[in-house]
């Protein structure tokens, strides 16, 4: 998101909070969100699919709605109605092809409008067909699963997301040899994949309440959240956006709850003030000195390559931070009370302090996806409570770190933190006692804790060296931190 | 006592008239720190603070650059930051001759490393006057052609205490119509016309492209641009201090040209105009010396590239042709005769070999052989007392 995109979107938000129809907000937010998906979505090499990608999204999320569905509930007139505006919209959005450049809100050139309808149709019938294929529920919800993994898989590695790209160029006639992974540059697929398993294993849990196709659209593409997140929790999205709606906390019908308030618009105003001078100040001024594959190997010493670290971990917090806050300011002029992501995870004493503080909607999907049943999982076949923790942790460590991108330093990135979490908790369990005496000890205590807080900031900083560079370029500097040259 | 967290979370929950007052607020201290900030005009002042020789090395050449993301350096106009980046702008220590090297981007060393520049060069030598002072050398080089803007820097690092300076020109730098071309020369209008009018030089100081701020262009607002660039000038000084790069080196460059088309004019003068007197800045290069004052300034007539290729007879290289530089050079020749100036002409001095992307960028060799040509002149003036 650029400064044009945030402001464009607090002042749409404004006009929503002020204007809308309390009974048409919840339509207007599923709009706003279908076109920033196509606004945002940035220009590929391989003709029309940055129109595709979107559209994919879309089908996406329609497709994981279909199967998610408590199998007694029916489809509503309003799920029809959402259906056929996302395929308005997406008819809509390919007419703007027409339109001169500089107001088409689509990445490049939309591809006709018969093709679109055309494949909206195919699409609809290959729903159609795999909806009697998967006539049982549990089968539809594993195939969803799978088929987001594999996406997930072929996108975050390079290999095979530079394969699928050289096919997608031989489909357009384009020189396959070209082909590379950005072609693939899908915007929010991260998220919005994980938001839709969110939704599949809550429903495979039985705890996913009945959504409708608006709401879970909304849910999956909410357009503040699209870029960055945070990953919300269905059912936490949907109480607010049903909040929205006339009579719901009145027993009036024809009453809505005002959104154009003082305290709202200070709350939102101050997240997303924040939020700019987060990213917009402080992260990209440190982005000009901050520890990348180019300045890595190019500084002179040990002190200099630990300034390029220390400005690159401070310019990740707040250029990550910052947008979250832009998202969650966002959110609240809109109604919505988007959960937090940062909580001063610099500021903390151990690392699993750290975890539950730093991109805290990713971390508490990966304990609620992974950690927890494969923990569970080992303990029921046997395997040492010791043992079980670390594996889990080792696997959940691994998915955070795959979850940007299949690559050995991403790898690397898991281990590190796994293998500082069980560290962490081998310690703790050894010096629980030690540590609770210090409550009798204010200053030693405080001294302990300042000494946790560095210790802590000093593991997380030398893990973001595996995190931003390439393996080979990485070992050369973490060596280099300690003076070590290889 | 308030936690730190109170801009997020406010004890009370706001009204609409709380939040009308803070906006009022807001914009008025905005308004009125736009004012005060165009009425005191504070850019220069604040050019002044810098982190370099204090908190990081200062750079060894003056900031410039066109790839700012990959030479940890950028081009801005606020000649006291350019000075303060500088490690000039450090205390002259007891016992240092301070020799100022100005000039164009063969001074400042396009595709040169800090060290084999010619400044470099000399630095390294380790020279020493004959009262045992011993002899820093700077490099203020600056890449534009254009003599108003040496005169213009020279005119700021007199507060540096010079006791020498070395001025290495070529006839590119001469033309009066290029004389306020530079960016840099336009950007600082107001140093440019006080210098015009205190040396009576030959040029319009209503010269459109001198660029006149209004009171708008005064304001914070108006100098988002100049206060960015300061903030990114001290940034990147951390940059600069970690990898001591301050420049992007291409894997290759395109080479100089040997080849030319048969074609013998030069800023739309034949052989047949000639060169007309008053179309070289002369006054330029006197106001120079008179700005230099007391001390000693040699001028030297820089190396340029001598090609033996097609239509060499007419061309000495992609710049010159043969005749308008054999006539700058005699020009050069009686004006320093008849107003005494110091002159060292190496213009053929150096092998083409050692020239890389323009006839006058040499290469670390040619660098150092145009030292060591130099430094015994330069001891020669140094001796005198």
Known sequence: MQLSHIALFAAGGLLYAGFCPPRQRGWLLMIASVVTLYWLQPTLTIFYLDFALPTATLALALAVWWVTRPPESPVSREDRLALALLAGLVLALSATRYLAPELRPTASRAPDVPPVALALLLLGLAGWALRRLFGARHGALTAALIVLVALFIVLKTPPLATGLAAALRGLTGQNQALAAPLDLEWLGFSYVAFRLIHTVRERQMGKLPALSLREYVTYSIFFPAITAGPIDRAERFVRDDRALLPGANSPDEKTAPRLLTAPRLAEAGGRIGMGLFKKFVIADSLALLALNAANAGQAQSAGALWLLLYAYAFRLFFDFSGYTDIAIGLGVLLGFKLPENFDRPYLKNNLAAFWQSWHITLSSWARFYVFSPLSRALLRRKVSAQAAVFLAQMATMLIIGLWHGVSGGFIVWGVWHGLGLFAHKWWSDRTRKWYLSLNQKPRLKTAWTAAGIFITFQFVTLGWVWFTLPLETAWRAFLGLFGIAS | ?385
């Open chain 2, 1 to 385: 006592m308030a936690k730190w967290d109170w801009l997020e979370r406010p004890p009370a929950p706001y009204t609409p008239g709380f939040l009308a007052r803070v906006l009022v607020k807001a914009a008025l201290l905005f308004a009125a720190l736009n004012a005060a900030f165009a009425l005191l005009d504070p850019l220069p002042a604040l050019g002044q603070l810098s982190l370099y020789n204090r908190l990081f090395p200062g750079r060894p050449r003056l900031p410039y650059s066109e790839d700012p993301a990959r030479s940890y350096n950028l081009s801005l106009w606020n000649l006291n930051a350019m000075l303060e980046s500088h490690e000039v702008a450090r205390p002259k220590a007891a016992g240092e001759f301070r020799v100022l090297v100005m000039g164009d981007s063969s001074v400042w060393g396009v595709l040169l490393r800090p060290d084999e520049t010619l400044a470099a060069y000399l630095d390294a030598g380790g020279y020493a006057t004959p009262d045992g002072r011993t002899m820093r050398f700077y490099n203020l080089g600056h890449p534009i052609m254009a003599l108003t803007k040496d005169l213009m820097l020279l005119d700021a690092a007199m507060a540096y205490q010079p006791d020498l300076i070395l001025w290495p020109v070529t006839l590119q730098s001469f033309p009066r119509g290029q004389q306020l071309e530079a960016p840099l020369v336009q950007h600082n209008a107001a140093a440019v016309r006080r210098l015009i009018a205190a040396y009576g030089l030959a040029l319009d100081p209503a010269d459109p492209r001198l660029l006149d701020d209004s009171s708008l262009d005064r304001t914070i607002i108006g100098r988002r641009r100049d206060l960015a660039d300061l903030l990114r000038l001290q940034l990147y000084g951390a940059a600069w201090a970690a990898t001591g790069i301050d420049q992007f080196y291409p894997e290759t460059y395109e080479p100089r040209r040997s080849d030319f088309e048969s074609d013998a004019a030069w800023q739309g003068l034949t052989p047949e105009t000639g060169l007309p007197e008053d179309f070289l800045a002369w006054d330029v290069v006197e106001a120079f010396f008179a700005r230099a004052g007391d001390v000693p300034v040699l001028l030297v007539n820089e190396p340029v590239f001598i090609s033996s290729g097609q239509n060499s007879d007419l061309r000495y290289n992609f710049w010159y042709p043969r005749w308008v530089y054999d006539a700058y050079r005699s020009r050069l020749f009686e004006r320093s005769q008849a107003d005494g100036w110091p002159v060292l002409d190496v213009w053929d001095a150096i092998a083409p070999d050692e020239f890389t992307d323009s006839p006058v960028h040499l290469t670390p060799a040619g660098s150092r052989r145009l030292a060591d040509l130099i430094a015994p002149i330069l001891l020669k003036i140094a001796e005198q007392p």
